[in-house]
């Protein structure tokens, strides 16, 4: 099957800095990649939905400033955290489609970045 | 907006109970559903895929059915084990591709 990963799966940060988390479609070409976050005993809510070459979607609510997404190629899209604070402190989870958008094909999970922030 | 409910937010059975799961949603006209596994820490583990068209899928002890029109699924477990503790979450897959997820079940299975 289909496979994703994310490097780091964790990461501790101080306030203030900036956190970079890689997503990459490791067997396929995703034509869109998405990114979720889950704070603890909650569900996964999307924060953005990034196609190759283009800028990111964002959904409302989330800072496009803060949250800066490039989707440099079709097995890579990376989510910088910038000035990190202790409220962004969150597990982080990319998807990944290589099918039509509009047909509703499967996404395939990464396995989550844990972040803290302190 | 698609709203996706699950009921009961956390459930505890002793080893061995047959147990249903429930996820209801707001908008039927999606593309498909699934239900994932979540380990405490962990990424999701896609258990079972239903089309629209489809009423229910299985897999091994998992069976999953589909009714579109009352914006309804249920997971159905057979003979839980204690391996089976973890959060499951139901997500809808609507136009365009997006996930909406529901807030999941916590289950624990008692030896």
């Known amino acids: 099957g289909a496979v994703v990963s994310q490097h780091p799966s964790w990461v501790i940060c101080k306030s203030g800095t900036s956190v970079k988390i890689e997503c990459r479609s490791l067997d396929f070409q995703a034509t869109t990649m998405f990114w979720y976050r889950q704070f603890p005993k909650q569900s996964l809510m999307l924060m953005a939905t990034?196609?190759?070459?283009?800028?990111?979607?964002?959904e409302q609510g989330v800072e496009k400033d803060k949250f800066l997404i490039n989707h440099a190629s079709l097995t890579l899209s990376t989510l910088t955290v910038t000035s990190a604070h202790p409220e962004d402190s969150s597990f982080y989870i990319c998807?990944?489609?290589?099918?039509?958008?509009?047909?509703?094909?499967?996404?395939?999970f990464g396995p989550g970045t844990r972040l803290t922030v302190l | 907006k698609q709203e996706v409910t699950q009921i009961p937010a956390a459930l505890s059975v002793p080893e061995g109970e047959n147990l249903v799961l429930n996820c209801s949603f707001t908008d039927s006209a999606i593309y498909n559903l699934q239900w994932f596994r979540q380990d405490p820490g962990k990424g999701l583990t896609s258990l079972l895929l239903?089309?629209?068209?489809?009423r229910e899928q299985t897999s091994g002890r998992l069976n999953a059915s589909l009714d579109k029109s009352s914006g309804r699924s249920t997971l159905y477990i057979a003979a839980s084990q204690p391996g089976d503790s973890a959060t499951y979450l139901c997500a809808v897959n609507n136009a365009g591709n997006m996930l909406t997820f529901g807030g999941g079940t916590r289950l624990m299975v008692k030896p």
């Open positions: 998807s990944a489609t290589f099918g039509e958008i509009l047909r509703g094909d499967t996404q395939y």
């Open positions: 239903i089309q629209s068209s489809q």
């Open positions: 990034s196609n190759e070459g283009s800028k990111a979607t964002y």
